[in-house]
């Protein structure tokens, strides 16, 4: 599996406040963004598997609406967790 206990402890603990940390906004947008990734190099090599590739569409808005929501309460947060996962707006 591609996302076991031991990862998703390793990238809650680096964007989040600990590693058990995982209702934080940012902890949250950074695991979208690992599983993202993922599912974006499945669909180049699997460009027909239309179930997966709407599941990252569920997947990117989920994303987008944590980012919203970090936008509109702490500026600041928003852009150290853009800058530390290099998205664009």
Not at 11 to 17: A, P, S
Not at 63 to 69: E, G, K, P, V
């Given at each position: 599996?591609?996302?076991?206990?031991?990862?998703?402890?390793?990238?809650?603990?680096?964007?989040?406040k600990s590693a058990t940390d995982t209702g934080s906004a940012e902890?949250?947008?950074?695991?979208?963004?690992?599983?993202?990734?993922?599912?974006?190099e499945h669909l180049k090599a699997n460009?027909?598997?239309y179930r997966t590739a709407r599941s990252l569409t569920q997947l990117v808005g989920k994303r987008r609406a944590l980012l919203d929501y970090l936008y509109d309460r702490d500026i600041n947060r928003y852009r150290a967790i853009v800058k530390a996962l290099g998205l664009r707006k």
């Amino acid at each position: 599996m591609y996302l076991d206990n031991a990862k998703k402890a390793e990238i809650f603990g680096q964007y989040g406040k600990s590693a058990t940390d995982t209702g934080s906004a940012e902890s949250q947008i950074a695991l979208f963004t690992y599983r993202i990734k993922h599912l974006t190099e499945h669909l180049k090599a699997n460009h027909k598997d239309y179930r997966t590739a709407r599941s990252l569409t569920q997947l990117v808005g989920k994303r987008r609406a944590l980012l919203d929501y970090l936008y509109d309460r702490d500026i600041n947060r928003y852009r150290a967790i853009v800058k530390a996962l290099g998205l664009r707006k």
